[in-house]
């Protein structure tokens, strides 16, 4: 038995299942990551003149402002492999999805330099609360990179020919919904980036 809207759109939202639930996931991916920039917010309005920002300039501005490049060009990469299936061309939605996969790599390959050299420093999260938030907000997000580069091999193993020859269309919606939380993932470092390495 089929399930029901699963490539029609559903009379009472406009929507795809999987987009509607996608949606509701990020609202509440929303509420975890304002609640540690909320966090972020009073403990440095609590914390001692310039301790916060002697402790943001232990940061590397230029590693941050590499990995912001890298993501975005990752998300307008997710957006043509979608494109491309939307075109009926899978052989590019393969190469766009291997760049946004390579491009994933890049940013963890940085971020993993940076932590191990805030580490050879001895600098931990128990060394400053701004560090403690620092380490949160972007190990979560260093996770949510993980979990991305998970879901996008999975769609670049050949199985992923066989679920396009099958149901194309179906395939296609995948890709979209899973680009709608990439683009999430992409829009949290944005914030992410100025908030602790440039304020």
């Known amino acids: 038995m089929d399930i029901p809207y699963v ?12 987009k509607l639930g996608i949606w509701i996931f990020l609202a509440s991916e929303v509420m975890l990551f304002g609640g540690l920039f909320s966090a972020y917010i009073f403990l440095r309005m609590a914390a001692l003149p310039g301790d916060f920002e002697r402790w943001a300039s232990e940061l590397s501005v230029p590693m941050a402002t590499v990995n912001t490049v890298v993501l975005i060009s990752s998300s307008v990469s997710m957006v043509m492999a979608w494109a491309s299936l939307k075109m009926k061309d899978f052989s590019k939605y393969k190469m766009y999805l291997g760049i946004t996969i390579f491009c994933s790599f890049v940013f963890l390959t940085i971020k993993y330099f ?29 996770l949510h990179i993980i979990g991305g580069v ?11 020919h066989k679920m396009w020859d099958k149901q194309p269309e179906q395939f296609t919606n995948r ?16 914030f992410l980036f100025p908030v602790l390495y440039l304020l």
């Open 7 to 18: 490539v029609e759109e559903r009379e009472d939202t406009g929507l795809i299942n999987s």
């Open 114 to 142: 940076e932590y191990s050299g805030k580490f050879a420093h001895d600098i931990y999260p128990s060394s400053n609360t701004f560090m403690a938030i620092y380490f949160t907000l972007t190990g979560l997000h260093v």
């Open 150 to 160: 998970v879901v996008m091999l999975y769609f670049y193993l050949p199985i992923s």
């Open 175 to 190: 890709i979209e919904v899973f680009g709608l939380y990439w683009h999430f993932v992409d829009l949290v470092w944005i």
